[in-house]
C-alpha cells in the first residue's frame, strides 16, 4: 500500500469505519466504479483480520455520522484513512473537486488539519507516479503526471 503507512494499524471498529468512509468518497460521484470498489473492497478485505463476525463487503453502507474524531486517535491513522480515500477517489483516473471536497470533510470529522488533506494529496500524487514510473513509456507517465497535477 502507501509506504509511508505501512506500518500503521486499525482495529477491526476502525477498519470498518474506514471502510465506511471510502464507501462515502465512491458515492460523491455517483459512478462507484469497479477501480474504486476493487480499492475499498481490499481494505475492508485486508482490516479482517482473525475476526469472525466480519460483516460481508457488499452489506457496508457509507457512514451516516457519528463522533470519528474519537475513533482514530492517533494522527497516523488518520492519515492512514485519508490517503486511502484520496487514492478512492482517484481510482476513477480523476479527483474531482467534488471528491476533495468530500475527502476534506473526512478530515475534518476525524479531527485532521485542514492543511494536511493538501500535503498528503501531494503524497498519493508522488506514490501514484512512482509506480508509473519504471514503465518504458516515458511519454505516457508524463501526461499522467500533468493529469494529477
Same mark, same amino acid.
Given at each position: ?10 482495529? &477491526?471498529?476502525?477498519?470498518? &469505519? ?31 483480520? &482473525? ?90 507517465? &508524463? ?7
Amino acid at each position: 500500500m502507501f509506504p509511508l503507512l505501512e506500518n500503521v494499524s486499525l482495529n &477491526a471498529d476502525q477498519s470498518l &469505519a474506514a471502510t465506511r468512509l471510502l464507501l462515502r468518497i465512491a458515492h460523491v460521484d455517483g459512478a462507484r466504479t469497479a477501480e474504486e470498489v476493487a480499492l475499498i473492497r481490499w481494505f475492508h478485505d485486508s482490516g479482517r483480520g &482473525a475476526s469472525v463476525d466480519w460483516p460481508a463487503f457488499d452489506t457496508l453502507q457509507a457512514t451516516q455520522g457519528g463522533d470519528l474524531a474519537e475513533t482514530f486517535s492517533e494522527s497516523q491513522q488518520r492519515d492512514l484513512v485519508l490517503a486511502t480515500c484520496l487514492m478512492v477517489a482517484y481510482a476513477d483516473g480523476a479527483l474531482t473537486a467534488e471528491e476533495l471536497a468530500a475527502v476534506r470533510g473526512v478530515a475534518e470529522e476525524i479531527g485532521t488539519p485542514a492543511g494536511r488533506v493538501d500535503e498528503l494529496l501531494a503524497l498519493v500524487k508522488d506514490y501514484m507516479l512512482a509506480q508509473l514510473a519504471r514503465l518504458p513509456d516515458a511519454g505516457s507517465v &508524463a501526461v499522467v503526471a500533468r493529469e494529477l497535477g
